[in-house]
């Protein structure tokens, strides 16, 4: 109770001008926030507190700035307090969204996706988080639309078209995932997780493993080789999985603890 006062106190000792400046300082976190300058962004939510910010937009932004920091369970329960009251927001509901499939909570992610792609204008980002909800419970016909309404959207969106091609390797449609890994490089050639994932598709339909990248360090060669072996298993080609976690093995001069688990569990099957 003594707090609640205190707090009280301190809001009504605000003068009128520190209170009217309370929005501006939210929209300069706002703008830090999305630009990536997430300290700033922290110190002037805790500017504009200060100033006498209360309410909806403070939670909305401290979520935002947690969704940021890829402190997805904390954003996640910030964002479902929001999408459940009178100030809610489309962004809630699809930031909420979002933030329950980064930590594969599926079940708290089909509300807040439904209500992301209710209204009419509706983001890709939006269907996007609908498709990749559809793939986690291996619904590929809604998977399927959804990215396709998230690619008219935004036609240039290299995430889109990967996550296309994601949506076929895990129905094990190795052919199928290639072009559009391949339009997804050309959309983003600067990605390293696009490239990977091309390479992964194509290792899986070739005879032979990837080979090591100029530049690249033995544990990230180490990863890709396991990434290929992981894909000739599933296809049933024992042998070059073998050889791929091998591979993985000698690449890295520390013992590569997945590539050698998968070893012995291919070993034993």
Known sequence: MILGVLAAASVAAQS?????????????AAKAID????EEGKLLIAKAITAGARGAAVERLTADLSFASGK???AL??????????DKQPSDCEQGAIAALE???TDDAKPL??????????????????GVLADFTQNWTTADQSYAHAHRLAPKEA??????????LLRGDWAAAVPYFQGASTLDAKSKRIANNLELANAALAAD???????????EWAVRLNDAGVAAELLGEKQRAIAAFTQALDASPVWYDRASNNLKALSQN
């Open 16 to 28: 009128p001008p520190a209170r009217a400046a309370a929005p501006s300082i939210l929209k300069e």
């Open 35 to 38: 630009a990536g300058r997430l």
């Open 72 to 74: 997805y369970l904390e």
């Open 77 to 86: 329960v910030a964002y479902q307090h929001l999408a459940a009251s009178p």
């Open 103 to 105: 930590i594969g909570r």
């Open 113 to 130: 996706v439904d209500c992301a792609v209710a209204p009419p204008n509706a983001s890709w980002r939006a269907w996007n988080a609908r």
């Open 159 to 168: 995430r889109i078209v990967n996550n296309q091609g994601w949506s076929m």
């Open 209 to 219: 493993l990837p080979r090591r990248r100029a530049g690249e360090t033995d544990r």
